[in-house]
């Protein structure tokens, strides 16, 4: 494998499953290029290796022969995109939290968890976000949501989350 199928392999292993974009953008910044996109290197890994692709949306999904896609981790690492440019290390998290990422701000790193809520969870994750970082300045929680409703149900004063069409929407209560 070349340093690009291993970058690859290395994330699939890390999340499970990926989208082909995320991947793209996730390798580009870890590796410090700018390839226009990785479909020679996965279908290669797909052919060669325990790869599989499966339609997603307007993309597609690698994961490992076999397994299922875990969708809250892949809408967990959309959000995490967004912080693409000042990441300084991430990686999956443990339940509740489905993605763990340290940014760098002006004087220090601070700690950003993902968690997402499903119907029903929102309750139980507002009294884990409150517990969790309580008054550590260093630490945020943002609830990815599948709906705007989902706010009104959930007792704390935290960032949510959103994707949306036009991508993923922040906001807090």
Sequence with gaps: MNQYQKQIARLIDEYGSLTKSQLLLLVNAELGTHIPNLDGYISQMCHFAEYEEIPYAESTILLRKGCEPDYDVIRSVEVMLCFI??????????????????????????????????????QMLSAFAEDKTGKDKNSIVIFLIKDREQIKLMNTNSRFAVIEKQGVVFFKK
């Design 85 to 122: 440019d000042k990441i300084v290390s991430h990686g999956r998290g443990q339940k509740p939290v489905s993605v763990r990422l340290f940014v760098s701000r002006e004087r220090h790193i601070q700690q950003i968890s993902i968690i997402p809520v499903n119907q029903g969870e929102e």
